[in-house]
C-alpha cells in the first residue's frame, strides 16, 4: 500500500438504491443519532467481521461449536467485554447478534441511556464538546466502544459546566 492512500475499515452495501433498505438505515441513524450511513455501515461491517471469526472457528472444529469455543476463547473474551455478548453466550450466539448489538456499546448510546442527554444527537455533541469522561479520562468519540467494566465510569467532565444538576441543557430526571 502506498503512503498517503486512505483505505476504509466499512463495506458499502452491494445494491446502493433499495428502499426497504435505505428506510431501515434512515430508522436505526435517528434512533442511534448517527451522523451518517457511514458510521452504520462500519458497524455492520465490524459485526460481519465478528461472524465471520465465529463461522472460520467453528469450521475449523468440524462443527463442533464446544471445541471451537474453546478455541476462540480469546475472542468471545474480548466480545464478552465490550458487552456485545452476554457472560454465558457462545459462538452460536454471536452467530445471531445483530448490528443493533453493536451500536448500544458506543459511547453516544450508553451516554444517551444513562439519561445524560435529552437526544442521541445531543449526547453525541456532549462527547464531541469535551463534556464526557470515561475512567476519567475526556473521550471525544462517539463511536468509542464502551467496555462493561467502563459503563459506571461514564459521567460528566468535572470541568464542564453540565455537571450542574440546573445546568439548561441537562437531561430531564425521570
Known amino acids: 500500500m502506498a503512503l498517503g492512500q486512505n483505505t476504509k475499515f466499512y463495506e458499502t452495501p452491494n445494491h446502493p438504491y433499495q428502499g426497504e433498505r435505505i428506510s431501515e438505515e434512515m430508522g436505526l441513524s435517528g434512533k442511534y443519532g448517527l451522523k451518517n450511513k457511514e458510521e452504520l455501515w462500519k458497524a455492520q461491517s465490524e459485526l460481519r467481521q465478528f461472524r465471520r471469526e465465529a463461522r472460520r472457528l467453528i469450521g475449523e472444529a468440524g462443527g463442533d461449536a464446544a471445541a471451537a469455543s474453546v478455541e476462540g476463547e ?99 430526571e425521570q
Open 74 to 172: 480469546e475472542f468471545l473474551t474480548r466480545l464478552k467485554r465490550i458487552g456485545v455478548l452476554g457472560e454465558e453466550d457462545g459462538l452460536n450466539d454471536v452467530l445471531a447478534l445483530d448490528v443493533t448489538d453493536i451500536l448500544e456499546r458506543r459511547l453516544q448510546t450508553v451516554v444517551y441511556r444513562k439519561g445524560y442527554a435529552n437526544t442521541p444527537e445531543q449526547a453525541r455533541q456532549f462527547i464531541s464538546h469535551g463534556h464526557i469522561t470515561v475512567d476519567g479520562s475526556q473521550v471525544r468519540v462517539p463511536s468509542y466502544k464502551v467496555e462493561v467494566s467502563e459503563e459506571d465510569t461514564v459521567e460528566f467532565d468535572e470541568n464542564s459546566p453540565l455537571t450542574d444538576e440546573l445546568h439548561p441543557e441537562r437531561a430531564e
